[in-house]
């Protein structure tokens, strides 16, 4: 069997992802969804869900935070699998934003 590699270039990961189950809302044009992340980095993760998106379009995505309050996040949809989900790479993260992907980062490698 041969395995072919859909990612290009720019595509590829150069972040080591961690494999999570977070529930998420995300947000494009056509409305705001409930998701789930499944993997996750400090550059981005990929997002499991249906609907309508496309490569390079600029998503919101809301984590949960422990207070249960959310924190959003802009992110570029880089690659995706119809009705299955889209890879994310976060866009214009901000001090805060990197902390919490750091903590949370540091949380999973301790698992």
Same mark, same amino acid.
């Given at each position: 069997m041969v395995v072919i590699d859909r990612r290009k270039g720019?595509?590829?990961?150069?972040?080591?992802?961690?494999?999570v189950r977070i529930d998420v809302d995300w947000e494009n044009p056509?409305?705001?969804?409930?998701?789930?992340?499944s993997d996750v980095s400090i550059a981005g993760c990929f997002v499991l869900t249906a609907g309508?998106?496309?490569?390079?379009?600029i998503v919101?995505?809301?984590f949960p935070l422990s207070n249960g309050k959310k924190? /959003?996040?802009w992110g570029?949809?880089?690659?995706h699998v119809f009705d299955v989900g889209f890879g994310l790479?976060?866009?214009a993260v901000t001090d805060v934003q990197q902390s /919490? /992907?750091?903590?949370? /980062?540091?949380t999973l490698s301790k698992d």
């Amino acid at each position: 069997m041969v395995v072919i590699d859909r990612r290009k270039g720019s595509d590829r990961r150069k972040h080591r992802r961690h494999a999570v189950r977070i529930d998420v809302d995300w947000e494009n044009p056509m409305g705001r969804r409930p998701a789930r992340v499944s993997d996750v980095s400090i550059a981005g993760c990929f997002v499991l869900t249906a609907g309508e998106y496309d490569d390079g379009q600029i998503v919101k995505l809301f984590f949960p935070l422990s207070n249960g309050k959310k924190a /959003l996040f802009w992110g570029k949809i880089v690659n995706h699998v119809f009705d299955v989900g889209f890879g994310l790479k976060f866009v214009a993260v901000t001090d805060v934003q990197q902390s /919490l /992907l750091k903590k949370l /980062l540091g949380t999973l490698s301790k698992d």
